[in-house]
């Protein structure tokens, strides 16, 4: 069954403190995604990743970085977090065929607070 | 200035009705397009592709293409309470990158 797993589903941090949001697929899909979603603001991209150590930044990558060290697993980081960065965070795959490419998966999200 | 822009930001079309949704991107990169649909505490979950002008249909859903003028329209037909979610339009330049709208909300009542 094709899915995108992210880990944790809820999340609650301190301004501050680091955060490791994770986000895996077993679809051998090369490129993932990293967005975040905000009422009023869509879904925007933060990273995108074409396959292991190929990262690009996206529309809004201030605040974070990301780890792709293994195909299946893409990891998002925000180093001391801001109450700004309060949202959902999705994470998404998808199979590289050029023009047919099909549409990103998405995972079912992760509630991120920092307070 | 949003690259896509969707409208009407909500709706409300009865319960066997057709609901209709428009989309129209300010970026003559973008060649690909999606519509997403996302019901509450889930993901985007991708309805249906649009590359080429003209029409696609998909059982109830039709999505229109009008390259020259980046025109994106879906059409939901005999409309079910299911269908009552948030659409998304998203384009890219190169199939991969999405970037999205800000989606419609489609209430569908009895």
């Known amino acids: 069954d094709m899915k995108v797993t992210q880990m944790p589903r809820y999340l609650i941090k301190r301004m501050g403190e680091n955060v490791l949001l994770e986000c895996g697929q077993d679809m051998s899909h090369e490129t993932m995604y990293w967005y975040r979603q905000d009422p009023g603001l869509g879904l925007q991209l933060i990273y995108i990743s074409y396959d292991v150590d190929s990262n690009s930044e996206g529309d809004i990558p201030k605040g974070y970085r990301v780890s792709r060290k293994k195909r299946e697993h893409f990891s998002l980081i925000l180093d001391s977090a801001k109450t700004n960065q309060t949202s959902v965070y999705f994470c998404?795959?998808?199979?590289?065929?050029?023009?047919?490419?099909?549409?990103?998966?998405f995972g079912e999200g992760t509630r991120l607070s920092v307070l | 200035q949003q690259k896509v822009q969707q409208s009407p930001e909500s709706l409300s079309v009865p319960e066997g009705g057709m609901a209709s949704l428009n989309c129209t991107s300010s970026?003559?990169?973008?060649?690909y397009f999606w519509w997403y649909r996302q019901h509450s505490g889930e993901g985007p979950k991708a309805l249906m592709s649009i590359f080429s002008d003209g029409d696609k249909k998909e059982g109830r859903f039709t999505a229109h293409l009008n390259k020259a003028s980046l025109h994106v329209s879906l059409h939901i037909r005999d409309s079910q309470p299911s269908d009552s979610a948030l659409y998304f339009c998203?384009?890219?330049?190169?199939?991969?990158?999405?970037?999205f709208g800000l989606g419609t909300r489609v209430s569908v009542f009895p």
């Open positions: 970026d003559r990169n973008f060649q």
């Open positions: 998404a795959s998808s199979l590289y065929r050029g023009r047919d490419n099909q549409a990103p998966l």
């Open positions: 998203a384009a890219s330049e190169d199939a991969q990158g999405l970037t």
